[in-house]
């Protein structure tokens, strides 16, 4: 068993809170790990092999995070590690294990009962970024043992949420249809999982370059897509790609100004899945939009990630269909050169997950 380091290399928050005209930043910075070198009956020490980032990550640094944040506290949940060290009555790992934490640290079933935003890695609670980390053996995952550590990595928030978006995809049938806005990392690792599960994926894009580079991801004919750019009238486009039926399913991840055109888009007994703001949080249109659900039997469904349970189902369901994810890596960058990974997620130019290697 590996020696217990005493400290450890980490990125963390400045000091403040950031707004979108003058956000705070990334700092390196040296942390201890543990007074004494021991660890708790039930901890676990990792060594985290790579992190991948999500678009919250910059919403903290910008001030537009729905929860809050602690003060200089080390960004980022998704990470892929290996198990270094344990605690006398660890039973459940063993060194050298692949592993990953949980999104929510209080989130083992999915039943608990209250809000999970005060244990969510990153934001209150210090996340991933660094070279170590303890964490308690209840909440951690082994991961697919099939994949890079970079790839690994974008599962534990990115993953566990497009897998719940999907509605967890034990009941997929062959002429289900799913609609996927934009290519960041949810809507990406959405494709995937709807590829091998069966599901038609239409994506949308500003760049038909980005769309044309998806369709090659999977048999010819099951990706479809559009360009949102020259083509604004989403439901129209749906339609038409689905011989006026519309999808089951739309992925929202741009946030609530969409959702009367999410509904026009569904087919009957359709859902729409929320789950993110990359437009904004202000939207113009009337609420009793929302009672076109009604004829349609819809439902507008939140997604806040998921459970341990989520994170373990949809590894068994990457690895059993022996799902490749390295086309969900977009970038990968040095951990020296965080900061610069933060700024491309920023510039929004990826396709996909941008990945810090540790």
């Known amino acids: 068993m590996a020696a217990i380091p005493i400290t450890y ?23 201890a790990l543990r007074d004494g070198g021991k660890l708790g009956p039930h901890e676990v020490l990792i060594r985290i092999r790579a992190v991948s980032l999500n678009f919250r990550d910059v919403a903290i640094l910008t001030g537009r995070y729905l929860t809050g944040s602690a003060e200089r506290g080390i960004p980022a949940s998704d990470c892929a ?3 270094t060290a344990l605690g006398p009555n660890v039973t459940d790992f063993q060194v050298g294990d692949r592993v990953a934490p949980i999104f929510s640290l209080g989130n083992i ?9 005060h244990d969510q890695l990153g934001g209150d609670i210090d996340g991933v970024l660094r070279e170590y980390a303890v964490f308690e053996d209840r909440v951690l995952v082994r991961l697919p043992r099939h994949l890079t550590w970079e790839e690994a990595s974008t599962i534990s928030c990115a993953g566990v ?31 995937l999982i709807a590829v091998a599960g069966g599901i038609k994926p239409i994506i949308t894009s500003s760049s038909d370059e980005k769309l044309a580079a998806i369709k090659k991801l999977g048999p010819v004919g099951k ?3 559009y360009n949102y750019k020259t083509n604004p009238d ?19 991840n741009s946030g609530p100004q969409s959702i009367p055109q ?39 469904q939140a997604i806040a990630v998921g459970s341990k349970l989520d994170f373990q189902a949809l590894n068994h369901f990457i690895e059993a269909n022996d799902i490749k994810l390295e086309p969900l890596v977009d970038r990968v960058f040095e951990f020296d050169d965080a900061e610069a990974a933060f700024e491309y997620l920023a510039a929004g130019k990826h396709v996909g997950k941008v990945v810090i290697k540790i």
Do not use: Y
Not at 109 to 117: A, D, H, L, N, R
Not at 173 to 187: A, C, E, R, W
Not at 236 to 248: N, P, Q
Not at 262 to 284: Q, W, Y
């Open 9 to 31: 290399r980490a990125f963390q928050r400045s000091a403040g809170t950031g707004t979108a005209e003058n956000p705070i930043t990334i700092e390196p910075t040296t942390r």
């Open 81 to 83: 590690a290996e198990v």
């Open 109 to 117: 079933t999915g039943f608990e009962e209250g809000i999970f935003s």
């Open 161 to 191: 949420t497009a897998w719940n978006a999907l509605g967890a995809p034990g009941s997929f049938s062959k002429d289900k249809t799913v609609l996927l806005q934009g290519t960041g990392g949810v809507s990406m690792f959405s494709l």
């Open 223 to 225: 990706i479809e897509g």
């Open 234 to 252: 989403q439901s129209a486009a749906v339609k038409s790609l689905t011989d006026g039926m519309g999808v089951d399913i739309v992925v929202n």
């Open 262 to 300: 999410d509904i026009a888009s569904l087919r009957r007994h359709g859902t729409v899945s929320l789950l993110g703001m990359l437009g904004g949080l202000a939207a113009d249109w009337n609420p009793a939009q929302l009672l076109s659900l009604i004829p349609k039997n819809g439902r507008l």
